[in-house]
């Protein structure tokens, strides 16, 4: 199974500064045979399920606002929130879907 | 819009087996693979199962692989759970999610209880 392994746990950010959350796999998710990393990244805020953020690493969902950005390859990635809002506190988690079982990070608890 | 809502959720007594099923609308479901993923209490995400859209392609965690059984009725557009000799670490929110890559949609979830 591939380990999704988030850091931090918990992470606390003034409002309109920079929120950085790291994602490292145990095994590239980049696919060879179409040269995409098969990683996603979600929001979680409480009592509710959670929302996709990011696909293939650094797509953004329709909606999505373009303060979150994601980047990176192979077995290292980040998720960035340019300009931190209210609205931005939640669970984040990254995904691995290169292979099954599709695995998740523990999740980064995000808090102003 | 794409909407799921699921069902079926309850309190359970270990051993026994539980039916979740998933109502689909707004989209497509017969052209769409499906998933089901659940949350443990205050947990993190854990990937359950996929159905392909036709039904002929599967797959399972090993920690519900032998007891928990997917489905699909495209006629009904549903999705279904199968769980059966539950446990108490099956003891979760179980959400319905379209697709089998990154989930654009997802249900509200159902809260599955294995509690003697």
């Known amino acids: 199974d591939i380990v999704m392994t988030q850091s931090p746990d918990s992470l606390a950010v003034s409002l309109g500064e920079r929120a950085t959350v790291n994602c490292k796999s145990s095994?590239?998710?980049?696919?060879?045979?179409?040269?995409?990393?098969?990683l996603a990244w979600y929001q979680q805020k409480p009592g509710q399920p959670p929302k996709l953020l990011i696909y293939?690493?650094?797509t953004r969902d329709s909606g999505v606002p373009d303060r979150f950005s994601g980047s990176g390859s192979g077995t290292d990635f980040t998720l960035t929130i340019s300009s931190l809002q209210a609205e931005d506190v939640a669970v984040y988690y990254c995904?691995?879907?290169?292979?099954?079982?599709?695995?998740f990070g523990q999740g980064t608890k995000l808090e102003i | 819009q794409a909407q799921l809502v699921e069902s079926g959720g309850g309190l359970v007594k270990p051993g026994e087996s539980l039916r979740l099923s998933c109502a689909a609308s707004?989209?497509?479901?017969?052209?769409?693979?499906m998933t089901w993923i659940r949350q443990a209490p205050g947990k993190g995400l854990e990937w359950v199962s996929y159905?392909?859209?036709?039904?002929?392609?599967?797959s399972y965690a090993d920690s519900v692989k032998g007891r928990f059984t997917i489905s699909r009725d495209n006629t009904k557009n549903s999705l279904y759970l199968q769980m059966n000799s539950l446990r108490a670490e099956d003891t979760a929110v179980y959400y319905c999610?379209?697709?089998?890559?990154?989930?654009?949609?997802w249900g509200q979830g159902t809260m599955v209880t294995v509690s003697s």
């Open positions: 095994q590239s998710v980049l696919y060879s045979s179409d040269n995409k990393n098969y």
């Open positions: 707004g989209f497509t479901f017969s052209d769409l693979y």
């Open positions: 159905i392909s859209n036709s039904g002929t392609s599967i």
């Open positions: 293939w690493a650094s």
């Open positions: 995904q691995q879907y290169c292979s099954t079982p599709y695995t």
């Open positions: 999610v379209r697709g089998h890559w990154a989930y654009h949609i």
